[in-house]
């Protein structure tokens, strides 16, 4: 038996996970021995990972966690099951964000050539581009979407590794994060507290939404796109049928990258060293857990939610039905 991981809830039973984001005709079936429990979890339901230097976004291949570390920067390997280090591999350049396209990590670059690293044998390729500040990335099943907050969005040509196209951004717009829901890739614009819809067929972009101040991470529940507001500390729902914010919820102080369970949208409070479980149905606040200092990231693997802590160099790992 399989189930399918997309970035959106699939008609298997909705799983999604941050930073894989397939289309229809390249989805990847994981199976379900991936997901098992973890016996190193205390009765609480959280575990710590350390020795992951500054963690601030991860990535999910079905198998492997993948950390991206700005203090080197350092992308390192983790084993789901065992929550052990199994590889790192040093990158040229700082950035801040992790997709996975299948077969190679692509991490965001800031002001450096851009790489990719093979999921395997952590091989690293040199691809020859830069992003000035890199910021978000996401994969739509052909492309990478990788922002720059001064260069616009990127789009990448996964066999080429060539830009194709900068659909939007690149007027001082500040795009940080990129998300897939199957048809678009929706961008948020930090300068203009707004979220772009671009179609991934056409790279042209459409709509845009107006959200709450200084927009950050995005996360897409099937239907639904979440939009979390750094600058005031809320979430905005977004429905993408009618490109219009259908609730707004209030979390922590500075939130970032969220991620989705399946039934929850999680948001991690990078000045409250905390984060948020949204019940999707009623918009509540069902839960607000305590993990590590400066968490930036939260990555779904299909049993746990994982935190990525910054400045105390940590992973929390939370049982996403623990209660």
Known sequence: MSVKIENKVNAAGGLSTRGLALSKKHLRFIPLHAFTLNPDLSESGIATISSVGLAYTMC???????????????????DIRTNAVVGSVALSGNGFN????GKYIRPTSAHTVAQKVDADTLAVTDLGTTNSYGQGACFDGVHAWMTGYYSGVKVIDTQTDAVIATPYGSGGESPVETCFDGTHVWVTANASNLV????????VAGATVAVGAGPMGLVFDGTHMWCVNLSDGTVSKID??????????????????????GAYVWVPNKASGTVSKIDIVTNAVV????VGADPASCVFDGTHVWVANGSAGSITKILARRN
Do not use: H
């Open 98 to 101: 992790v997709c996975y396209d």
């Open 196 to 203: 772009v819809k671009i179609d991934a067929a056409t790279l």
């Open 287 to 290: 839960d607000t857990i305590t």
């Open 60 to 78: 999910f291949d079905g198998k492997y966690m993948w950390v991206f570390s700005i203090s080197s920067p350092v992308l390192y390997k983790v």
């Open 240 to 261: 993408v049928a009618t490109d219009t914010v259908v609730a707004t919820v209030t979390v922590g102080s500075s939130p970032y990258f969220p991620c989705f369970d």
